[in-house]
Nanobody, 114 residues
Framework: QVQLVESGGGLVQAGGSLRLSCAAS????????MGWYRQAPGKQRELVAQ???????NYADSVKGRFTISRDNAKNTVYLQMNSMKPEDTAVYYC????????WGQGTQVTVSS
């Protein structure tokens, strides 16, 4: 059974930082592309950042230079370091694993106050 469990969300002031974690089980983590997505109220879910098995990364333009995605294959965990946060970063953040299928976590709420 595949499980992706996000943690690290919460309330932060504008300009602050948070680090999200996503622990995976039930998959061969190292060969999966891992991604962070977010969905704000009334908006579609969007890609925030992605890291491949070869550790190639890509970011949404809105977070470039502020967010960093990384992975620790020994811990089956992907991270999202979020710095210089803005109120528009407020959303539910989801972890996704992709190989031959897509798997999603349950999401973690991130709220940035102005």
């Amino acid at each position: 059974q595949v499980q992706l469990v996000e943690s690290g969300g919460g309330l932060v002031q504008a300009g602050g930082s948070l680090r999200l974690s996503c622990a995976a089980s039930g998959i061969i983590f190292s060969i999966n592309t891992m991604g962070w997505y977010r969905q704000a109220p009334g908006k579609q879910r969007e890609l925030v950042a992605q890291i491949t098995s070869a550790r190639s990364t890509n970011y949404a333009d809105s977070v470039k230079g502020r967010f960093t995605i990384s992975r620790d294959n020994a811990k089956n965990t992907v991270y999202l370091q979020m710095n210089s946060m803005k109120p528009e970063d407020t959303a539910v953040y989801y972890c996704k694993a992709t190989r031959n299928a897509n798997y999603w976590g349950q999401g973690t709420q991130v709220t940035v106050s102005s």
